[in-house]
């Protein structure tokens, strides 16, 4: 059975009960930012090619309120095995901040130290329905929440541009949990909108939103529950191997290269660098195709574009592990299963299934019975970006 996606109304209730208790008022701001599922264009960001990513119904909230004074004060009620408070100055030039533990808190910090706007103390409670460490991007949306709370709480929202505030985020990922991530996540959740996936050209920054309001399709989220710890390690590597590879062709970006330059890849490159190069390729050219196959309705195209692509991220990339095999081999094994695969950057965490409406049940049902973990579900419908909320 599905899992339910608790109300963003249900989430602020928490939050703003657990802020009045902590602090003794309450709360005048609240900052809301969705996680993301990938459809397709996996490790293609930080290769400057094409992402197809829609925001989830699922959010972290950051309600709280500015305090006079220089002191920020965070508490969670995430899910997040450490501390659950944390105190810090607000950054000065004498006195910048500086990433530490706990870990969830960089991401805080790393948003308040790379904010446009004045830097000002705040009280602040954090919650969040989004999986934590299930490749949906919790991370970008604890900093792009934040973000949106600073901006409300000194009166800005809205005042810097969009793609400023998803590169600050960014930035935020880099210095602080020290994650070189690309820009899918952020922009993303800065910029989703409700029924529609969007399109991002990591290149020139541009993106366009394509519709998903079809009701007999629906888009099934499944976590397979597993985080290998192999990410922190692993991203970083396969950034740098595409980064060399493209310096070896006199390309800005594997974004330039072309199946020609495959061929002259073959003689060299390993075996390994290679192989990268060729999913990065192939999965630029999938993502365009993928997207203008979804405007057209043409989803037996685009499921089987996932499909590629998953075999390409778990043979090519190698960035897969045997529990999203798992969950994509069973969900393919269903009548009505368009295309499943992977989401995120790999080793656990989500697939993303595309699957007639009507077939859904069946499709949790045979999963969970293949699948030798526990496995959770989301049917999720493409959602806002960030906001405020009003409180
Ligand atoms: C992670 C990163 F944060 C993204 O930038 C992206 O590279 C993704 O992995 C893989 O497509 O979510």
């Not at 493209?246 to 330039?256: G, T, Y």
């Not at 037996?300 to 190698?318: I, P």
């Not at 077939?359 to 493409?382: L, P």
Request: proline share 4%; hydrophobic share 35%.
């Amino acid at each position: 059975m599905a899992t339910d996606i608790p109300k963003v109304d249900d989430l602020l209730k928490t939050a703003c009960a657990a802020f009045e208790k902590r602090f003794g008022c309450k709360p005048e701001v609240a900052g809301c930012a969705p996680g993301r599922v990938n459809l397709i264009g996996e490790h293609t960001d930080y290769n400057e090619g094409f992402v197809f990513p829609m925001a989830l119904p699922q959010v972290t909230l950051v309600v709280g309120r500015k305090v006079d004074g220089g002191l920020c004060r965070v508490v969670t009620l995430a899910d997040i095995k450490e501390n659950k408070e944390v105190e810090f100055n607000v950054p000065t030039a004498a006195a910048p901040l500086q990433p530490g533990s706990p870990k969830w808190a960089n991401y805080v910090k790393g948003v308040v130290a790379n904010f446009k706007g004045d830097k000002v103390g705040f009280d602040a409670v954090i919650i969040t329905s989004v999986p934590i460490g299930g490749g949906v991007s919790s991370s970008a949306s604890i900093e792009v929440a934040t973000y949106t709370f600073l901006e409300g709480v000194t009166g800005t929202f809205g005042q810097v541009d969009k793609k400023e505030k998803a590169l600050a985020c960014q930035k935020a990922e880099h210095e602080f949990p020290g994650m070189p991530c690309g820009i899918m996540d952020q922009f993303i959740s800065v910029m989703g909108e409700k029924d529609n996936a969007l399109l991002i050209d990591c290149r020139s920054v541009e993106s366009r939103l394509v519709p998903m309001k079809d009701p007999s399709v629906a888009i099934l989220v499944t976590n397979s529950n597993v985080k290998h710890e192999l990410t922190g390690t692993e991203y970083p590597t396969r950034r740098r191997q595409c980064e060399l590879t493209a310096k070896l062709l006199n390309k800005k970006s594997l974004r330039e290269a072309t199946e020609e330059d495959l061929k002259e890849l073959k003689v060299k490159v390993d075996d390994e660098h290679f192989r990268r190069a060729r999913h990065v390729i192939g999965e630029i050219k999938r993502t365009e195709e993928a997207a203008t196959a979804l405007e057209s309705g043409d989803y037996d195209k685009f499921g089987k574009l996932m499909v590629e692509s998953h075999n390409a991220l778990r043979d090519d990339y190698e960035v897969s592990c045997p529990e999203l095999d798992q969950l994509v081999k069973a969900a393919m094994e269903v009548k009505g299963v368009y295309g499943s695969r992977m989401t995120g950057g790999g080793f656990g965490g989500c697939t993303v299934t595309l699957v007639k409406k009507d077939e859904v049940d069946k499709v949790m049902e045979h999963i969970q019975e293949c699948y030798k973990g526990t496995a959770t579900f989301y049917v999720c419908v493409a959602d806002n970006g960030a906001r405020l909320i009003n409180l």
